[in-house]
């Protein structure tokens, strides 16, 4: 079983700053399968970006995703209020089954 | 406009069963698959289980494997979550999603609290 890991748990940051959240998978994976997803408190989850660097419908620019093999990031270029919220990394193994890192909480310095 | 609406959560004694539903809109249901993703309290998420268009493919966790089973009808565009023999650990908000290429969830619904207690 293929285990994500999220770093860092907690990140501070203030409106305007640039935000680097990290997925490392614990062995090589497709980058095809590689997901993120924002939850803002309160509500359901929302797809950012799959395929680790594609941006769903409707997701600003300020959201990007890169990465291969077993290192992934999401980088959010200019925080904006609306943009602190979990987020999670997600992985589909081809066994039909799907992983989700422990999340990282991105919060208002 | 995608829609994906659940219910049946409940308050349930240990060893008790339960049956959700997701009560889907807004687009060519028999086509997606659906899945089950859950987020027990203060925790991230775990995917539960997931059924394919037709329903005749059906993974699951090992986690809920033999004890939950998932099924939906395609004439009422509804997915249900059998749970039985309930847990504690089965606490949790339950969110359907809606499938999307096998690798992801587009859509998601907002969720209906289970409570495993005595």
């Known amino acids: 079983e293929i285990v994500l890991t999220q770093s860092p748990g907690t990140l501070s940051l203030s409106p305007g700053e640039r935000a680097t959240l990290s997925c490392r998978a614990s062995?090589?994976?497709?980058?095809?399968?590689l997901v993120w997803y924002q939850q803002r408190p309160g509500q359901a989850p929302r797809l950012l970006i799959y395929?680790?660097?594609s941006r769903a419908t409707g997701i600003p620019d300020r959201f990007s995703g890169s990465g291969s093999g077993t290192d992934f990031t999401l980088t959010i270029s200019r925080l904006e209020t609306e943009d602190f919220a979990v987020y999670y990394c997600?992985?589909?193994?081809?066994?039909?089954?799907?992983?989700f890192g422990q999340g990282t909480k991105l919060e208002i310095k | 406009e995608v829609q994906l609406l659940e219910s049946g959560g409940d308050l349930v004694q240990p060893g008790g069963s339960l049956r959700l539903s997701c009560a889907a809109s807004?687009?060519?249901?028999?086509?997606?698959?659906i899945a089950w993703v859950r987020q027990a309290p203060e925790k991230g998420l775990e995917w539960v289980s997931i059924?394919?268009?037709?329903?005749?493919?059906?993974y699951y966790a090992d986690s809920v494997k033999g004890r939950f089973t998932i099924s939906r009808d395609n004439s009422k565009n509804t997915v249900y979550l059998q749970m039985d023999n309930l847990r504690a650990e089965d606490t949790a908000v339950y969110y359907c999603?809606?499938?999307?290429?096998?690798?992801?969830?587009?859509?998601w619904g907002q969720g209906t609290l289970v409570t495993v207690s005595s």
């Open positions: 999603a809606k499938g999307k290429a096998s690798t992801r969830f587009d859509y």
């Open positions: 395929g680790a660097s």
């Open positions: 059924i394919s268009g037709s329903g005749g493919i059906i």
């Open positions: 807004g687009f060519t249901f028999s086509t997606f698959a």
């Open positions: 997600q992985l589909y193994d081809s066994s039909f089954s799907y992983t």
């Open positions: 062995q090589s994976v497709s980058s095809s399968n």
